[in-house]
């Protein structure tokens, strides 16, 4: 029988099932099975995943919260576009926006020290890329991502944006320093 000529039993799913047949239905469930278990277990497990939480917001009152940190919170500016360096207290809610082409403002954490970081869109679609850790997260418009982060290595974070989002998106570049801490 080819699968050019029509079968000679029209009724092919009465017939029994070959063993062969069988054993790799047999294989496939459980192989399923085992991917299916390990997707929470990876996410705990495989310190690979990151937990993170999503809440509606507005590019308004994003900004409104973005501003309150920064106002309070500068230390210095940095770069020819004089972007503010916040330093804000260990353990509190630390604000990120993305926007054409930047990320605002630039945040300096303590190392050992866990923080929420919130993250949000002002226009449209961009990826916040940490690098060299490479934790990727879509930021989208509407929406505020929050992230713990423990920062275990002291030095300077370069975040990209890894989302194309028009002219300037290969210059999208923003910064996250950590100190050793305890300054
Ligand atoms: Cu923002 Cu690409």
Redesign the pocket.
Known sequence: MTSIQPPSETIWWKQPLDRVEGTWIAIALVWSLIMFVMMPVWHIYGKQNLSNEAYRTTPAAYMAKTQAMVDQYTVRTMTDQQIPVVKPPPGSDVYLL?RL?QWWPILELEKGQTYRLHIASMDWQ??FSLQPQNINLQILPGYEMVVTITPDTSGDQTII?N???GIG?HN?LGKILVTEGGS
Do not use: P
């Open positions: 993305g082409w961009h990826g944006c989302e194309y989002c998106h999208m």
